[in-house]
């Protein structure tokens, strides 16, 4: 039986894992969900042998999501009781966590996690020398153009601060590329990013304690931005063909404030609408016209698939495309398309804040466009990342190996455990990331950038994979 919060995952994805509850600490069974698996959750539990260790506990449960915002917590009695500590003990925990704005006091009785909790910061671990990177989600760098020709080449105008906030190349290159795609261009913004687009949109849609909609698996930077803003994030399952409509009505239907969804490239699953799940979804959306709804297209110019664009002729919407994984992460520069309210409001915060996006910046990536376009360097990269990427997934098939990757350059490879087969691919000199991070309620699996699989690693990684999955796990298929 499933919570509101928790819905089904495709059966196609699913996997037969149980998650079992440490020995000791204390059983918050009615206070939170395992993100480890949906079927038989498993329960949280707050660990400690003083004051300190509890806030520890706490802490690190409510940033890693575990203990989720709004959530009931345990009396100080009862904790105190369940941990075998004094109330003094526990009032101390609770008290330090209340200044710190964690925990929130609504009387004498009631304690909830805040709304606002601390901001979620995760630190990229240091790849031991000898590792094949195909973890940290970098595009190919022989893939991407060449910057220093184009510095080079560089000689933008002076800006001041009466100009508009977007340079006019870059905006033609973005208007063209969205017309293409069936995407209304008439209203467009500059953003620092795809994520900067993101939260710019939710700061003007939503408040503290809205629900957002979020495919799940989803971006870890999209599901830490939640959460910092102070947003409940419902998940929605992902297939190949993105997320799944009926439960995302369920969403909808218990009046989330804003979707999430990406039609190409979904990371980490490499999910892409078809046509088909398009019209679903469009139908869908425009039931329920007063929710915001937020495109990601963040691999956009080297997909490797048709843009699907569900949010056509909704009240409020938006497309944010970035320019990251296709002309260089240092750009930092997405394109934002929508309604004429929206853009508005996003151009609106963005005043209160940067302002504007460099025009230095700008122009920088628009000469960088230009070139690449001219020169067919969008297009090769494209075919090369899908040659890889389903190359990948038919080595993975020929050896019993259930992966997918639609579109993008990310592979999702579902297993029953992560943290074993993440260290038996290390062993064999293959660095690559754990799906925990990215996960709500789904399922086990690992994310495989292909950026950095060449054509002749795939056989040697498939062998490899299927090697761990028999002597670290007992079974090839978990």
């Not at 990229?124 to 000898?130: H, M, R, S």
């Not at 190919?140 to 184009?150: H, N, S």
């Not at 404030?257 to 490239?265: D, G, V």
């Amino acid at each position: 039986m499933t919570t509101p919060d928790q819905p089904m995952i495709p059966s196609t994805w699913k996997q037969n894992v149980r998650g079992t509850a440490p020995s000791h600490g204390v059983n918050l069974s009615t206070y939170c969900y395992s993100t480890v698996t949906m079927s038989e959750p498993l329960q949280y539990q707050i660990r400690g042998s003083d004051a300190a260790s509890v806030t520890r506990s706490i802490e690190q449960a409510v940033v890693r999501g575990l203990l989720e915002p709004g959530q009931d917590m345990p009396s100080v009695r009862v904790l105190a009781a369940q941990l075998g500590l004094s109330p003094t003990t526990i009032a101390a925990a609770y008290r330090d966590l209340k200044l710190r704005g964690i925990l929130v006091m609504h009387d004498r009785s009631r304690t909830t996690v805040s709304h606002r909790p601390p901001l979620a910061t995760r630190i990229a671990p240091e790849l031991p020398p000898g590792l094949l990177d195909l973890a940290t989600g970098n595009p190919d760098p022989a893939l991407l153009p060449d910057l220093v020709t184009a510095l080079n080449s560089l000689s933008p105008p002076t800006r001041l601060y009466a100009n508009e906030p977007g340079l006019d190349r870059l905006l033609g290159l973005a208007r063209q590329t969205f017309t293409d795609d069936g995407v209304d261009p008439a209203h467009l913004a500059v953003v620092g990013g795809g994520l900067d687009g993101i939260e710019r949109l939710l700061e003007v849609y939503t408040r503290v304690g809205d629900r957002v909609a979020v495919e799940d698996p989803c971006y870890t930077g999209t599901i830490d931005l939640i959460r910092t803003l102070g947003l409940i994030p419902v998940p929605i399952p992902v297939d190949d063909e993105g997320c799944d409509p009926s439960q995302l009505e369920a969403a909808l239907q218990s009046s989330v404030s804003a979707t999430i969804l990406t039609p190409r490239a979904q990371n980490p699953t490499g999910a892409a609408w078809s046509p088909s799940r398009r019209r679903e979804l469009w139908e869908l959306i425009g039931a329920y016209p007063t929710t915001m709804v937020i495109e990601v297209d963040a691999t956009g110019l080297v997909s490797g698939v048709d843009y699907q664009h569900a949010a056509q002729g909704h009240q409020h919407w938006a497309v944010v495309r970035s320019l990251s994984k296709s002309l260089g992460p240092d750009l930092r520069v997405a394109v934002v398309a929508g309604d004429a309210d929206s853009v508005m409001r996003l151009a609106g915060r963005q005043r209160l804040g940067t302002g504007w996006v460099s025009y230095v910046l700008q122009h920088l990536a628009a000469v960088v466009w230009s070139d690449a376009i001219a020169r067919g360097a969008l297009a090769s990269a494209t075919d090369s990342y899908r040659r890889r990427r389903q190359g990948l997934i038919d080595a993975l098939a020929e050896r019993d190996i259930q992966a997918h990757g639609a579109s993008g350059f990310n592979v999702w490879i579902p297993v029953a455990e992560e943290v074993p087969v993440v260290q038996g691919l290390a062993a064999h000199g293959w660095a690559v990331q754990a799906g925990e991070p990215f996960r709500i309620s789904a399922d086990p699996a690992l994310r495989v950038t292909i950026a950095g699989l060449h054509d002749g690693d795939i056989a040697r990684f498939a062998d490899d994979l299927a090697e761990v999955f028999d002597h670290r796990l007992g079974t090839r298929r978990g």
